[in-house]
C-alpha cells in the first residue's frame, strides 16, 4: 500500500473529526462511523449469501437501485448490505426497505477493510460508479470475491491512464468485471491492459424509465399544465432542482408579454423559505405555492411553485421542456428524468462532467443556454412542432439505446452463482 495513500486517508478522516465540530454534515460522518466495530456486529449477522452494494451517495444510489431490486428479486434468499459514503445518501436512504444492512462505510485503511469484511462476508461486491477504495478492493481480491464496478465511466484525464498511474491500475486489477456506460470508456480499460468489460449503458436510464412508467397522477398540477407538447396551444416549461442563478436567467424570459402563453413550474434545489420568499419576490405573474394550492387556484395561476422535495420526478409528465438547474454553479442535476417522459432539455453552460447531458446536447435533445437571450432563442425554437418532435425523438433514441444495463448486470451475476 502506498504510504501516501494511507496518510491521505488519515488525514482525510482527522480533518472531519476537526470539522464535526461546527460542521452537520461532517458531524455526522464521523457519528455513523463512531465505534462501528460493535454496533455493527450487533445490527448485522450473516445468516445466508450476502451482496455488498457499495454507492458514495444518494445519486450513485439512485444508479445502484434497480440493480439491487431485480437482484432481490432473482434471488430472494440472499441478504443485502448497501454502505454509503456520505451522509446526503444514508441520511435519506437509511430506511430502504429493499437492503437488510445498510450503513456507513468506514474509512479506508487495512484494518476497517479486513474487519468489515469479516463482519459482513461478502459474497459478491457491486461498486457503483465511480467509488475506488484501494484497501477495502484489496481484501475483496483476496477474499476472491467477484466484485463488479457498474455504470462506470472512464476519461482519458483520469490517474489510471496516465503514466503515473500504476497504483490506480491496481484498484482496477481487483474489479471482476466493469459495466461501463459506453464505448469509450471500455476503450480505455483496454488500453490499459482490462478486457473484461460490457459496454452495457447506464442503469439510471433503467431506473428512471421505471419512475416514469410508474409515475402518479397528481391532479393539483394537471389542472395547471397544459398538455404535454408544445404543438398544443399553450406550452409548461418546468424547471428542475433549479437555483438562484438559474431563475434569473428564467424569470426575466416566461414573465415576458411575448412568452404569455407559456406557463411555468418552478421546483427549486433547496426549497428552504428563505429560497422561496426570494424567489416569490421576483414572480410577477400570478401564482401558487403548491402546498397551497387547490384544484381551481391551482388552474387559475401562471406560476407554480413546487415547495417540498420528492415529487419532482414524477412532475415531468405534464410540462413541454424541462430546464434542469446547476448550470451556473458546480453541474447540472438530473436530466435522464424530463427525458423519460420526452420533454426537450435546457440546461446552462456547465454540464459536460455528465454523459447524458452531452450526449442529448450532441443529438439535438437538449440546449444550452448562457442568457435571457439565449433561452428566448431556444424557447421559440421549440415552439416550431417539428424541432420539438426531434428534440424529444433525440432525447428517448438514447434512453432506448442505453437502457438495458441492470438486466445485463444480473446476468452476469446470475451466472456466478448458477
Keep these: 500500500m502506498r504510504w501516501w495513500y494511507a496518510l491521505f486517508i488519515g488525514g482525510y478522516s482527522a480533518f472531519l473529526h476537526v470539522a464535526a465540530l461546527v460542521h452537520p454534515k461532517a458531524r455526522r460522518w464521523v457519528e455513523g462511523r463512531r465505534q462501528w466495530r460493535s454496533r455493527y456486529a450487533a445490527q448485522f449477522r450473516k445468516t445466508s449469501p450476502v451482496l455488498w452494494v457499495h454507492a458514495a ?26 454502505t454509503f459514503f456520505s451522509p446526503s445518501g444514508y441520511e435519506i436512504r ?8 445498510i450503513a456507513y462505510l468506514p474509512a479506508d485503511t487495512a484494518a476497517n477493510a479486513r474487519d468489515f469484511l469479516a463482519l459482513i462476508q461478502p459474497d459478491a461486491a457491486v461498486f457503483v460508479k465511480y467509488e475506488f477504495w484501494a484497501n477495502y478492493l484489496s481484501a475483496l481480491r483476496q477474499r476472491q470475491t467477484p466484485t463488479l464496478l457498474v455504470s462506470a465511466l472512464f476519461r482519458p484525464d ?19 468485471h466493469f459495466f461501463v456506460q459506453n464505448e469509450a470508456s471500455g476503450q480505455l480499460l483496454a488500453q490499459a491492459g482490462f478486457q473484461n468489460y460490457t459496454v452495457a449503458g447506464d442503469t439510471r436510464v433503467d431506473r428512471v424509465l421505471q419512475l416514469a412508467a410508474s409515475a402518479p397522477e397528481n391532479t393539483t398540477v394537471a389542472a395547471f399544465a397544459t398538455p404535454t407538447g408544445v404543438a398544443q396551444t399553450g406550452h409548461t416549461l418546468i424547471a428542475g432542482s433549479s437555483w438562484e442563478a438559474d431563475e434569473a436567467v428564467l424569470l426575466p424570459v416566461l414573465q415576458a ?16 423559505e428563505k429560497h422561496l420568499a426570494q424567489l416569490l419576490a421576483r414572480v410577477k405573474r400570478p401564482f401558487v405555492r403548491y402546498s397551497q394550492a387547490t384544484l381551481a387556484p391551482s388552474a387559475a395561476a401562471e406560476v407554480l411553485i413546487i415547495d417540498n422535495v420528492g415529487m419532482l420526478n414524477s412532475l415531468y409528465r405534464y410540462g413541454s421542456v424541462a430546464y434542469i438547474g446547476g448550470g451556473f454553479g458546480k453541474g447540472i442535476h438530473n436530466t435522464l428524468e424530463p427525458a423519460a417522459f420526452g420533454l426537450p432539455v435546457i440546461v446552462g453552460p456547465k454540464y459536460e462532467k455528465f454523459e447524458e447531458a ?43 439505446e442505453n437502457q438495458g444495463a441492470t438486466r445485463r448486470i444480473i446476468g452476469y451475476l446470475a451466472a456466478q452463482f448458477a
Design 57 to 82: 451517495s444518494l445519486g450513485e444510489f439512485e444508479q445502484g437501485r434497480p440493480v439491487i431490486e431485480a437482484f432481490r428479486t432473482q434471488f430472494p434468499g440472499w441478504q443485502i448490505v448497501l
Design 94 to 101: 437509511k430506511n430502504y426497505a429493499q437492503a437488510d444492512f
Design 158 to 176: 483520469q490517474p489510471f491512464f496516465r503514466w503515473y498511474g500504476g497504483f490506480w491500475r491496481g484498484m482496477l486489477a481487483c474489479f471482476s
Design 257 to 272: 408579454p411575448s412568452f404569455a402563453a407559456w406557463r411555468l413550474i418552478v421546483a427549486p434545489h433547496e426549497p428552504a
Design 358 to 400: 452531452r450526449q442529448f446536447v450532441a443529438r439535438g435533445g437538449a440546449f444550452v443556454v448562457r442568457n435571457t437571450t439565449e433561452l428566448a432563442a431556444v424557447l421559440r425554437h421549440l415552439e416550431q412542432p417539428d424541432n420539438y418532435r426531434k428534440a424529444s425523438a433525440a432525447v428517448q433514441a438514447y434512453l432506448n
